[in-house]
Nanobody, 126 residues
Framework: QVQLVESGGGLVQAGGSLRLSCAASGRTFSSYAMGWFRQAPGKEREFVAAITRSGDNVLYADSVKGRFTISRDNRKNTMYLQMNSLKPEDTAVYYC???????????????????WGQGTQVTVSS
């Protein structure tokens, strides 16, 4: 089992940048494929980005492609989401998530992730 804690959210002006972190407990972080999701007020949670166990492969939602970068440092048990050129429509609570250990691939479906952090608020002002 893994526990996840997000940090790095905040208020930023449009065009600005933020870096989110997701710290994982335990010694088996490298065994989990990971992802970032977000949920805006009144909307369903949506996929943002995913990364394989090793970090060699990544996947992005079209809405963030070219602006966001997902990465991980397995030595530090931490995953990151670098967000550049932020837009007001990026405003949401951002969640990190981990798949069950026996799944090695990435997924864009929230139902494929078994572990979730508590979320961190990102607000982009226009």
């Amino acid at each position: 089992q893994v526990q996840l804690v997000e940090s790095g959210g905040g208020l930023v002006q449009a065009g600005g940048s933020l870096r989110l972190s997701c710290a994982a407990s335990g010694r088996t972080f490298s065994s989990y494929a990971m992802g970032w999701f977000r949920q805006a007020p009144g909307k369903e949670r949506e996929f943002v980005a995913a990364i394989t166990r090793s970090g060699d492969n990544v996947l992005y939602a079209d809405s963030v492609k070219g602006r966001f970068t997902i990465s991980r440092d397995n030595r530090k048990n931490t995953m990151y989401l670098q967000m550049n050129s932020l837009k007001p429509e990026d405003t949401a609570v951002y969640y990190c998530a981990a798949r069950e250990r026996f799944y090695s691939g990435m997924s864009i479906s929230e139902y494929d992730y078994g572990y979730w952090g508590q979320g961190t608020q990102v607000t982009v002002s226009s």
